[in-house]
């Protein structure tokens, strides 16, 4: 079963981040949350996708400038290394 995660505290946690360190890529937590709840989804349904593969989900449509890919992938790797840190922390619980 795909893991779960609590998404209410997440939203949570990103927000303490934008008020703490810095602004969210992509126009801040209003516009980034979308992107943010498809990596979350993304990563738990693909574990073993290299960073590539997982970045490649996010950035689709031929229409996308170069600055919003930028803003994507940073906001990417910031969410990707969050899910790590989840699951390192065992705070990623299973469907179960």
Same mark, same amino acid.
């Given at each position: 079963?795909?893991?779960?995660?609590?998404?209410?505290?997440?939203?949570?946690?990103?927000?303490?981040?934008?008020?703490?360190?810095?602004?969210?890529?992509?126009?801040?937590?209003? %516009?980034?949350? +979308? #992107?943010?709840?498809? /990596?979350?989804?993304?990563?738990?349904?693909?574990?073993? =996708? @290299?960073?590539?593969?997982?970045?490649?989900?996010?950035?689709?449509?031929?229409?996308?400038?170069?600055?919003?890919?930028?803003?994507?992938?940073? %906001?990417?790797? +910031? #969410?990707?290394?969050? /899910?790590?840190?989840?699951?390192?922390?065992?705070?990623? =619980? @299973?469907?179960?």
């Amino acid at each position: 079963m795909a893991p779960v995660i609590d998404l209410q505290a997440e939203y949570q946690f990103w927000h303490v981040y934008e008020r703490v360190v810095r602004p969210l890529p992509g126009g801040g937590l209003r %516009l980034a949350w +979308l #992107v943010c709840q498809k /990596v979350y989804r993304d990563r738990w349904q693909h574990p073993d =996708d @290299s960073d590539e593969a997982a970045l490649s989900r996010v950035l689709f449509g031929g229409n996308m400038t170069a600055d919003r890919a930028s803003e994507l992938a940073e %906001l990417h790797a +910031l #969410v990707s290394r969050r /899910v790590a840190l989840l699951a390192k922390r065992g705070r990623v =619980d @299973s469907a179960a």
